[in-house]
């Protein structure tokens, strides 16, 4: 519906108040403290093994299961 005699404006960003503009020039950003990284443990798994493909399966098809009642 165009001519009805409603008129549209662009929109334009709120301006800063005169107190957000002051309390964001005085508040000071403190840089970001990491943490220090922690070592990796090693860990030696034998992916033949028997008991962990065992496990994979399991894994597997508990996900499975989540995913198809996630679908419900």
């Not at 008129?7 to 220090?36: D, I, N, V």
């Amino acid at each position: 519906m165009t001519g009805v005699g409603v008129k549209l404006s662009a929109w334009h960003p709120p301006t800063l108040t005169a107190a957000a503009r002051r309390l964001q020039l005085t508040t000071k950003r403190r840089p970001r403290q990491r943490k220090p990284q922690e070592q990796e443990e090693e860990v030696d798994i034998d992916l033949e093994a028997p008991e962990t493909e065992k496990a994979a399966l399991a894994i597997q098809n508990q996900f499975r299961r989540f995913q198809k009642k996630k679908k419900q």
